[in-house]
């Protein structure tokens, strides 16, 4: 069964780079690893003009991008589409034995908040979201009643989603 495990945080919190440095260390321990990032309104994964910009900005609901190396398939939400909720999406994943999602901050999976003091502008996280059962941070939160770890040391960070998860490794 695959795991999902959550890392939120606002902007500027150190949410990529944990999760790019979790995902390394999962896969240096064995893990097949996966990842769901959560993005804002109109990203695009192809450049202006590019041939997949130009099957896009024509209608095709679905774009797939093939080549020896990787492929992807992007698929075009509609004026009255909603936005899929994070389940759906875990769905359309292949087989891993972890799914890292970064973002989906109100959704019902375990996480951790990852927090900067220096880009902390907002009310933390960890204070009104479900559950946030941790905190990566840069320096203590005296007031923090989850457990805490510095963002910089990743393999305890893994050790605790492996643990709390029921992760095999």
């Not at 495990?5 to 390394?24: C, H, P, Q, R, Y």
């Not at 003009?49 to 209608?59: F, I, K, P």
């Amino acid at each position: 069964m695959t795991v999902v495990f959550g890392i939120v945080g606002w902007k500027n919190s150190g949410k990529t780079t944990l999760v790019s440095s979790l995902v390394a260390e999962f896969t240096a321990r064995g893990l097949a690893v996966s990842t769901i990032k959560h993005a804002h309104h109109n990203f695009t994964l192809d450049q202006k003009d590019t041939d997949s910009d130009r099957h896009r900005q024509a209608g095709a609901r679905e774009i797939a991008l093939v080549s020896s190396r990787r492929w992807a398939i992007m698929h075009e939400i509609t004026s009255s589409g909603e936005e899929p909720e994070l389940e759906t999406m875990i769905a359309k994943m292949a087989p891993c034995d972890l799914i890292l999602v970064e973002g989906y901050k109100n959704s019902s999976i375990q996480k951790i908040e990852a927090v900067r003091h220096e880009s902390a502008k907002e009310t933390p996280l960890w204070q009104t979201h479900p559950g946030i059962i941790g905190v990566a941070t840069d320096r203590p939160i005296e007031d923090c009643d989850k457990p805490q770890f510095d963002l910089d040391e990743v393999s305890t960070i893994a050790d605790f989603i492996a643990q709390i998860s029921g992760l095999r490794l």
